[in-house]
């Protein structure tokens, strides 16, 4: 997979630039989903969203999510149609994929994998990063 | 030169110390002449608008100091509707509207939609100061002339 969309090293941060950043599970807490909320609505309101999952993070992304073994509402369904909504700036940490022993194979098609040298870029360029 | 700060506060008024910390910051803020616009309570922090909470006379009231600081220093209470409809905090007309017995939100705060704070990010210059102790080390700690600041 190729990587796109990295936004470029600048001194200055990109004007309505913001980015999201994801670092709590998926089942056990509401953060991610209110996180992944908080981007939609940013990407509605014109701003250029990086969506980036660090951590436990990651496991919002895990593609073989099933609906018979979990009461609520999946989160996976929401993350693949998040190119809708007009964020396709979605990253996962490589440096958390090597810690849980996850492929790119086990995730979303969607997302592209950045080291968390490039994150602390998005972090630095972006106009604000708020965290979940 | 006097700044104006957007404040979002994430973490919850009895797991975090997210509302203790923003608070002092405000304190410090208005003391050195700046000027607070709106403080947005998203997530877990939404719970302090509740006008059902009661603390232990001895303990610090939060809620009431919420709504002391946003009178005296002229800023709104902005509660988040969907995160406060999810925990129980409901205004009138969200009551009425579900057709429940009651509401629970303390009117000096008020209900908006995530829109609100998405506005207010764009809005707002430069980068955020983060208050959340367990950040990952790719969040920047600190920076000048910040004018969004969240306290998780």
Not at chain 1, 38 to 56: R, Y
Not at chain 2, 19 to 31: C, E, N, P, Q, V
Request: proline letters at 4%; aromatic letters at 8%.
């Amino acid at each position: 997979m190729t990587l796109h969309n990295i936004p470029q090293n600048t001194e200055q941060p990109n004007e309505g630039t913001v980015t999201i950043l994801i670092n709590s599970p998926p089942f056990s807490h509401i953060d991610g989903k209110e996180g992944v909320d908080l981007a939609l609505v940013c990407a509605a309101f014109d701003q250029t969203v990086n969506l980036v999952f660090v951590d436990e993070g990651i496991f919002h992304l895990i593609n073989t999510q099933d609906d018979d073994s979990f009461l609520d509402k999946l989160h996976d369904k929401q993350l693949k149609a998040l190119e809708y909504y007009d964020i396709s700036s979605v990253f996962v940490e490589s440096e958390s994929m090597e810690k849980y022993s996850i492929n790119q194979s086990s995730l979303l098609e969607t997302v592209d994998v950045v080291s968390q040298s490039d994150i602390k870029q998005f972090c630095n360029n972006s106009q604000h990063t708020v965290i979940f | 030169m006097p700044a104006s700060f957007t404040i979002l506060v994430s973490g919850s008024p009895t797991q975090s110390q997210a509302h203790l910390s923003a608070i002092r910051f405000i304190h410090a803020a208005t003391r050195m002449k700046h000027k607070i616009k709106t403080v947005f309570f998203y997530q877990e922090a939404v719970l302090v608008a509740s006008r059902f909470n009661i603390r232990p006379a001895d303990e610090f009231q939060l809620t009431q100091e919420w709504l002391h600081l946003a009178s005296q220093h002229q800023f709104e209470l902005q509660v988040c509707i969907a995160a406060s409809n999810r925990r129980g905090i409901v205004s009138t007309e969200e009551s009425s509207q579900s057709g429940l017995s009651g509401d629970t939100l303390e009117p000096g705060f008020c209900v908006t939609g995530l829109g609100q704070l998405a506005a207010a990010l764009a809005k707002t210059s430069k980068k955020d100061l983060n208050f959340n102790l367990e950040a990952p080390q790719s969040t920047p700690q600190l920076a000048t002339n910040f004018q969004f600041i969240q306290f998780k």
